[in-house]
């Protein structure tokens, strides 16, 4: 499976077609990993496909977490980044 996500959604939080993400999804607990792939910019959409969509109904509150590598140093001055879009997916 995959999770695609609305373009501006994607820009804002600082994540890039092809990544790895984790989600957990806040109704039920699942929680998955899977790759992002590009959605319709300004549409809102978030939707997890093939075998992710078992994991997840359509209203189901979830969180996408991005990981990063990095070494000691740069891990103590990186800030990460945190959006919290409106209920319709739109970027306050």
Known sequence: GSITIDEDLMEASNIIEGEKVQIVNINNGERLETYVIKGERGSGNICLNGPAA??????????????????????????????????DNKIA
Request: aromatic fraction near 12%.
């Open 54 to 87: 078992r994991k997840v109904q359509v209203g189901d509150i979830i969180i996408i977490i991005s990981y990063a590598s990095m070494d000691f140093e740069e891990a103590k001055k990186y800030k990460p980044t945190v959006i919290f879009p409106t209920a």
